[in-house]
């Protein structure tokens, strides 16, 4: 209980800090001011649920989802949320606390997706134990989902990786398909998590400082992603296409995604289902790509296309950089101990 009242005191200090900041919105307000010339639309999309972190506190878990689902209804974003039912389990069992933080979800109206049980990387693991996380991450999502007459649809790779060979990359997807699911593509990628991870870091010791400068650089940043793909989904398919964006279940869209829809909503955009992002013809292009990296779809097409120009997206900044890898060495140094 202590521990979840400090977190409150630092969340109010935080409010009040990047209420008196103007900084971040009129820097992301000046990145375009031309009106948009077509409306434009994307469908929002969250991994890992029910929250990044492994091993986080059921409790705070919770109030981050609720926090997260306030903000996500509110701007009527109808976005899909996709489970690695492995960080369901506590003490040897599903913890009912956190099977009903996906339940809050699909009362929302949202609707849950597969991310399999314990995030395996496709490059790294053998093709059927693979498959067969797949499977174990279903049971609770899709049991939720039949109470509330859904069906379990949409399955994403975790780290984008889809098959370092052609004959990995077929199998799979013939697997997939044949367990109902369609691939739930990424057309907007972005380095979100290393900004979410300095965060929440920062939000468990206290150090509203370093919350704010993580959040008022955040939304500029996935302004210039969208720039980025954007510009690159002019120069792939010729036209823009609805994109499909990929986000985090974290502290850090929980507190900040009323300025990160209201970013979009400025550049045009409004919030559509992944079903309908995925009617436009763009998604039916096939994908040759096979090989180790976690390319977003626009990337594939470009390959597919045989294209020459293949631009890594933007990177973030090089403060942010040093902040993160000494969270990450720290988290080495006690996993050492």
Known sequence: ?????????????????????????????????????????????????????PSADPRAVREMTRTLLGRVTSNRVPAVGFVNEGKLWRNGKADDALVATLKMWLDAGLELGNHTYSHPDLNTTPLDAYQANVVDG?????????????????????????????????????FIAARGYRVAPVTIDNDEYVYAAVYQEAKESGDAQT????????????EVMFEFYEKYSRETLGYEIPQVLLLHANELNADTFDQLAAMMKRRGYRFVTLEEALKDQAYRLPDTYAGRRGLSWLHRWAVTKGSEKNPQHPSYPDWLQKLYDRREARLRNSRGR
């Open 1 to 53: 209980m202590h521990h979840l009242r400090g977190r409150e005191t630092v969340a109010v200090v935080f409010c009040l800090l990047l209420l008196s900041s103007s900084g971040a919105a009129t820097f992301a307000q000046s990145r375009e001011t031309k009106p948009v010339a077509a409306q434009r639309s994307v469908a929002v999309t969250f991994d890992d649920l029910p929250a990044t972190s």
């Open 138 to 174: 279903e049971k609770h999502t899709r049991s939720l989902m039949e109470r509330k007459k859904l069906k379990l649809r949409y399955f994403r790779h975790p780290f984008l990786h889809a098959g370092a060979t052609p004959e990995t990359k077929r199998a799979f997807e013939k």
């Open 211 to 222: 919350m704010r400068r993580v959040a008022e650089a955040y939304i500029p940043y996935m």
